[in-house]
């Protein structure tokens, strides 16, 4: 599998695997999209700390 997400930020499914920016596994270590994304269960905790600040 050489096909990957090549811009974590974009809105797009760069390798078409299904699976959009944060929600794709090769964007789990990146920046923009820190840990808030590499579970669903925290994903809603993470808004909703930030929608407090
Ligand atoms: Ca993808
Ligand atoms: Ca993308």
Redesign the pocket.
């Known amino acids: 599998m050489i096909?990957?997400?090549t811009d974590c930020g974009n809105g797009?499914?760069?390798?078409?695997?299904?699976?959009?920016?944060c929600?794709?596994s090769?964007?789990y270590d990146e920046t923009t999209c820190e840990s808030a994304f590499s579970c669903t269960n925290t994903l809603y905790q993470v808004i909703s700390a930030t929608l407090f600040k």
């Open positions: 096909a990957q997400e797009l499914d760069d390798d078409n695997d299904g699976y959009i920016d929600g794709d090769d964007c």
